[in-house]
């Protein structure tokens, strides 16, 4: 622990997950630490996760977040409910973290801050999302889809392959876009060998009772059980960004295999870093960043001989 009490060995920012599987690692190592948690997990967003490991049952994102923070609070874990403002380094090493005009200083950071799903405004987008007619991840649900038929939202490569990623679940998937000048030809030979059918022509999308109704310009009405945004998401990255922090070219946070970040003494963890966007990973990494930050704190109190 810090010679100064007063100072925290560190300061996770980010109650998901990862930053709360760190908040949990870390008070059983004793060490001093806080947690600024402002409440927009994208967990929160999951209606029901059938592949989270020790739920055979499943469990929505909300009750895993619920019980995840039960768990931190147990050891006492002081939590903030804000955002952090802004931070900088301090002398010695120590950072200094802006939290609502207040400012904390701490040996190490983890950010574990996330990222934020592009979703098209689609009418009855909440209620379709938690009745599984508007989805986010076919990694975790495509399952739920079986033999259903699907719509995949987007026009470019990434689109594609998470549409060749759903024809594992079912055969009935189709790529939708407004305009047909969207989709280049080399995008539509490789749809249509891998059976994906294209529907560029979408005037309007409607919410109807067993799922989105799309309207194309042909005036045909086409069901679908289910839609896909594939749009890409936006990393929370902007504290990593304005510290100089390396990111790639999509803005997550880059890191080594113990999370570390290329300035010192700061770390992430989860969706923000570039890797598999699943609970799972996100707990393992959130695991690992917070043996490295205690490990590391013990090299810097005691050096190596």
């Known amino acids: 622990m810090s010679a100064n009490q007063d100072v925290l060995d560190c300061f996770i920012i980010g109650g998901g997950p990862a930053g709360l599987t760190a908040a949990i690692y870390l008070a059983r190592f004793n060490r001093k630490i806080m947690l600024a948690d402002a409440g927009e997990s994208r967990a929160l967003h999951i209606p029901r996760a059938y592949n989270c490991p020790g739920y055979p049952e499943g469990i929505s994102g909300k009750e895993l977040l619920r019980r995840m923070r039960r768990q931190v609070a147990q050891y006492h874990v002081p939590t903030t409910v804000s955002h ?21 200083e701490s040996r190490s950071v983890l950010l574990a801050t996330g990222v934020v799903d592009l979703v098209p405004d689609l009418p009855k987008r909440r209620e379709f999302l938690a009745r599984g007619h508007l989805r986010l991840c076919p990694i975790c649900d495509g ?4 033999n259903k ?3 995949v939202i987007g026009s470019d490569k990434h689109a594609l392959r998470e549409a ?13 876009a407004n305009d047909p000048s969207e989709f280049p030809a080399e995008l539509r030979e490789r749809a249509r060998s891998a059976g994906v059918e294209i529907t560029d022509d979408v005037l309007d999308v409607f919410a109807g009772e ?5 309207v194309s310009r042909k005036a045909d009405v086409i069901q679908f059980d289910a839609i896909y945004p594939a749009l890409g998401c936006s990393p929370r990255s902007e504290l990593a960004v304005t510290a100089g922090i390396d990111v790639d070219g999509q803005r997550h946070i880059l890191v080594d295999r113990h999370q570390r970040c290329s ?10 870093v570039n890797s598999l966007n699943q609970i799972a990973v996100a707990f393992g990494q959130g695991a690992s960043a917070a043996t490295a930050i205690h490990n590391d704190l013990n090299a810097r109190t005691c050096p190596a001989p």
């Open 149 to 151: 038929r699907l719509g």
């Open 143 to 146: 399952y739920e889809v079986r």
């Open 84 to 104: 952090v403002a802004s931070w900088r380094l301090g002398d010695e090493g120590s950072i200094m973290i802006n939290v609502s005009g207040t400012i904390i």
């Open 164 to 176: 060749i990623f759903l024809k594992t679940f079912t055969s009935r998937v189709s790529l939708l």
């Open 210 to 214: 067993a799922g989105y109704e799309v």
């Open 263 to 272: 300035v010192p003494a700061v770390y992430a963890a989860g969706d923000v």
